[in-house]
C-alpha cells in the first residue's frame, strides 16, 4: 500500500530539487519476485552528498542503490541494477529470497555556461546559447559592460574581480567555461581559481601569442602544467570565424560536442600560428 504522506514528501522533494538545479537521481523498484523489502513502485530520491527522502528497502540493499545513483549523477546516464536477495555469501545484499531490479534516473540541471568577459562575443556567446537551452551567467569586473539590460538571455550578470569568480559564481561539473575578456592580464587573474573548479570544460579567445604570454604568467605564479592542460585555447572548432556571431557559433558547437562525448582530438593549448577569434577587440 502507499503511503499518501512518502508519497508527497517525495514529491515536494523532487519539485524543490528541479526547481534550484539541484541534480538528483530518482530511484524506483520496477520489479519484485518473491521475498524483497519493498514492492514495485517504491521511490527514493538520492542527492549527490548521499542524503535520500523514501526508501526502498534499507539495509545492504539500499546501500548498493545509493551507491549506484551517486555514479549515476556523475556519468549522467540512467541504469536499471538487479539485486538478488538469496546468499550474501554469493556477493548477495540479503537473505529474503527475492529479487529486486531498480530504475535509476539521474535528473540534472541544464548544462550551464559561464561567460567570463562582457563583450561583442561574450553577447553573441549567450545569445547563442541561451537558444540552445544553456543556463547563462555573465561575469565581468567592468560596471557599465556588465548588467541585466545589456544580457537579457542570461539569468545573472555577476560583476567580480577575476580572481573572486569561484567564489561569487557557483561552478559544477556541468558548467562550461568561456573566457572571451579584452586581454590576457584578464586571463591571468582569472584563470588560477577556475582552473581549480570542477568546470568541465575552460576554454580561452586569443591568439597563439596571446596564449603563451598567459601560459607563461601563470606558470611564474605556480600553475602547473597538468591545470594548464585543461584550457582550451585557441577556444571554438576551426570554421574559419571572423565575426563575433561566427566566433560564437564555432565556441557553441565545441561545447556541444564535448557535451555529448565527442571532443575533438585537437591537444590542449594552442593550436595553430593564426587562432580563431584572435582579434582582442573583438572580444
Known sequence: MVDPQETRAFLQALQKAVETGEPV?????IEAQGSVPRRAGSKMLVFADGRIVGTVGGGETERRVIQAAREALEDGQ?????????????GDPGV???????????????????????????KAVAELAHWLGFRVLVTDDRPDACS????????ACVLADPKEIPQRISITPQTFVVLVTRGSPVDVEALPGLLQSPARYIGVIGSRRRWLTTA?????????????ARVRTPIGLDIGAETPKEIALSIL????????????????????????GSTEATA
Open 96 to 122: 529474503c529470497g527475492g529479487q529486486m531490479r531498480v530504475y535509476i534516473e539521474p535528473i540534472l540541471p541544464p548544462p550551464q555556461i559561464l561567460i567570463v568577459g562582457a563583450g561583442h562575443v561574450g
Open 148 to 155: 541585466a539590460e545589456a544580457f537579457p538571455e542570461a539569468e
Open 253 to 276: 558547437a565545441e561545447i556541444v560536442a564535448e557535451l555529448h562525448g565527442r571532443r575533438s582530438k585537437k591537444p590542449a593549448g594552442p593550436r595553430s600560428p593564426r587562432a580563431r
Open 25 to 29: 537521481a530518482l530511484c524506483m523498484v
Open 78 to 90: 540512467p541504469r536499471v541494477e538487479t539485486y538478488r536477495l538469496v546468499d550474501p555469501a554469493r
Open 216 to 228: 607563461k604568467a601563470l606558470r611564474e605564479q605556480g600553475v602547473p602544467e597538468e591545470a594548464l
